[in-house]
Nanobody
Framework: QVQLLESGGGSVQAGGSLTLSCALS????????MGWFRQAPGKEREGIATINIGSSIPYYADSVKGRFTISQDSAENTVSLQMNDLKPEDTAMYYC???????????????????WGQGTQVTVSS
């Protein structure tokens, strides 16, 4: 059974930092794409960062570029999201997702990701 387990959410003041971690287990089909999405109340889920486990090449949404860093950890199929200079508008539920393949330009399309974690809350106060 494929499972994604997120950790590291919490509350922080604006300008602070948090690190989220995501571990994919039970996946047996090569090197997946692993991405982070977030969803604020009343808004659609948006993709913010993704990485291919094979190449380790990251992709970022403009809203987080330069502030967030996605990286592959030493443990197999585990990624982290380092979030710096957090803003109140970053407040959301953050979800980790995985996919066997994501084509160019579809890195942040929720429909391309097969597996999803339960989410971890990030709250940024002003």
């Amino acid at each position: 059974q494929v499972q994604l387990l997120e950790s590291g959410g919490g509350s922080v003041q604006a300008g602070g930092s948090l690190t989220l971690s995501c571990a994919l287990s039970g996946y047996q089909w090569g090197r997946p794409w692993m991405g982070w999405f977030r969803q604020a109340p009343g808004k659609e889920r948006e993709g913010i960062a993704t990485i291919n486990i094979g190449s380790s090449i990251p992709y970022y949404a403009d809203s987080v570029k330069g502030r967030f860093t996605i990286s592959q950890d030493s443990a197999e199929n585990t990624v982290s999201l380092q979030m710096n200079d957090l803003k109140p508008e970053d407040t959301a539920m953050y979800y980790c997702a995985a996919a066997p393949f994501v084509g160019g330009g579809a890195w942040f399309s929720t429909g391309h990701y097969t597996y999803w974690g339960q989410g971890t809350q990030v709250t940024v106060s002003s």
